[in-house]
Antibody, heavy 120, light 106 residues
Framework: QVKLLQSGAELVKPGASVKLSCKTSGFTFSTNYMSWLKQVPGPSIEWIGW????????HYNQKFKDKATLTVDKSSSTAYMDLSSLTSEDAAVYFC?????????????WGQGVMVTVSS | DTLLTQSPALAVSPGERVSISCRAS??????MHWYQQKPGQQPKLLIYKTSNLASGVPARFSGSGSGTDFTLTIDPVETDDTATYFC?????????FGAGTKLELK
């Protein structure tokens, strides 16, 4: 079955960067899209961007284009998201998801989420 | 960005029917999806493209609507349905979510 396993919680200092990972299994990574989402208490959810597992092509929410960088490693079926110049505004739970264009672009499978805390 | 407006909370009794609404600030054709999130868990896809039931989701859940007004219906509601429900549109970039409707069981 489809599984998305995210890396563990992160505590990072303001101004630093962090790289989150999402290891997938149960589907053909290279023919699918992955997306990353941000959730803060409220409990609002924001879409950060998507990346195609085949060629690494990306599309970002303009709000996050200078904050997040999405990459993939096809050999390990893993998606990554780099977050740079972290501030308190970046403290949130981040989810990786599979993104399903064939079904009208819902986020059909989700990782368990990773909490990023920004503190000195 | 497309704003999705949901009522913040609803309370119903088990066995009843409940409808959760989502209104979009601009048309999204049929590209509206619904998710369920329980505390401490990731969201789970319930309905995609307005009315299609996601894999493994009970038939008690259904969706309807078009354009700017959409509804998720649960009939009958069970105690396990206590959760927050989000709508999400994928017609206009950036893709956006509603703020969620918290469903409580009486």
């Amino acid at each position: 079955q489809v599984k998305l396993l995210q890396s563990g919680a992160e505590l990072v200092k303001p101004g630093a960067s962090v790289k989150l990972s999402c290891k997938t299994s149960g589907f053909t990574f290279s023919t699918n899209y992955m997306s990353w989402l941000k959730q803060v208490p409220g409990p609002s959810i924001e879409w950060i961007g998507w990346i195609y597992g085949g060629d690494g092509g990306t599309h970002y929410n303009q709000k996050f284009k200078d904050k997040a960088t999405l990459t993939v490693d096809k050999s390990s079926s893993t998606a990554y998201m780099d977050l740079s110049s972290l501030t308190s505004e970046d403290a949130a739970v981040y989810f990786c998801t599979r993104f399903a264009p064939s079904s009208g672009y819902p986020f059909d499978y989700w990782g368990q989420g990773v909490m990023v805390t920004v503190s000195s | 960005d497309t704003l999705l407006t949901q009522s913040p909370a609803l309370a119903v009794s088990p066995g009843e029917r409940v409808s959760i609404s989502c209104r979009a600030s601009e048309g999204v054709t049929s590209y509206m999806h619904w998710y369920q999130q329980k505390p401490g868990q990731q969201p789970k896809l319930l309905i995609y493209k307005t009315s299609n039931l996601a894999s493994g989701v009970p038939a008690r859940f259904s969706g309807s609507g078009s354009g700017t007004d959409f509804t998720l219906t649960i009939d009958p509601v069970e105690t396990d349905d206590t959760a927050t429900y989000f709508c999400q549109q994928s017609w206009n970039a950036p893709y956006t979510f509603g703020a969620g409707t918290k469903l409580e069981l009486k």
